[in-house]
């Protein structure tokens, strides 16, 4: 298991630990990594304190209630969604339900997220975008389960992140691969862990 320095909240949102590996599509389509090109600016005094915005909560889509292919690969683009949602709003509620206990990674930065916010700051910015994303799913030798891996390009960007006295860093651009492995449990998702190869 590994976690990956962030140089911001950004990337902190994304870290998970546990290796996933030989993640493809059902057309079998590989795509070529990418490397990180994320970087920090130090921060700036407070009189360039960037403007704060209001999201609205993402909703689960419908091609996420079933415990499919097609609902994996719907319920890891709501992530991204809940995840952008969080860091924008400081709100963490959905992130942690969609998130299970048991992921280190997603406490991570839910906890990130949490801190940032507790004290008084925010970000501006530092949306994610899933480029692509090859899926497996999961086989288990003793149970049937609803289980899934992914291999996903993920791409945020440049993002503020005003802390509570006012500082501001300044985060460029970045480009990652994560791997994710999400169950159906009880009637819904959950992801188990996510990992910045």
């Given amino acids: 298991m590994r976690m990956l320095r962030a140089p911001g909240l950004a990337l902190t949102a994304a870290l998970l630990a546990c290796a996933l590996a030989g993640c493809s599509d059902a057309d079998g389509k590989e795509s070529s990594p990418r490397p990180s090109t994320s970087t920090s600016s130090p921060t ?48 963490v509620t959905a992130l942690r339900q969609a998130s299970s206990h048991t992921c280190e990674g997603c406490s991570t930065g839910i906890t990130g997220i949490e801190a940032l916010y507790r004290e008084g700051g925010y970000t501006v910015g530092g949306q994610y975008s899933i480029d692509s994303i090859k899926i497996n799913r999961l086989v288990a030798s003793k149970n049937d389960i609803d289980a899934f891996e992914a291999l996903l390009s993920v791409t945020n960007a440049p993002q503020q992140i005003v802390n509570g006295d006012g500082d501001v860093q300044r985060l460029k651009s970045s480009t990652n691969e994560v791997v994710v492995a999400t169950l159906w449990s009880e009637g819904e998702w959950q992801l188990q862990v996510m990992e910045i190869k």
């Fill in 44 to 91: 700036v005094p407070a009189s360039s304190t960037p403007a704060r915005s209001t999201p609205a909560e993402p909703e689960l889509p419908a091609a996420a209630d079933r415990p499919t292919k097609n609902g994996a690969r719907a319920f890891i683009e709501h992530y991204w969604d809940l995840i952008n949602y969080a860091q924008e709003s400081g709100d």
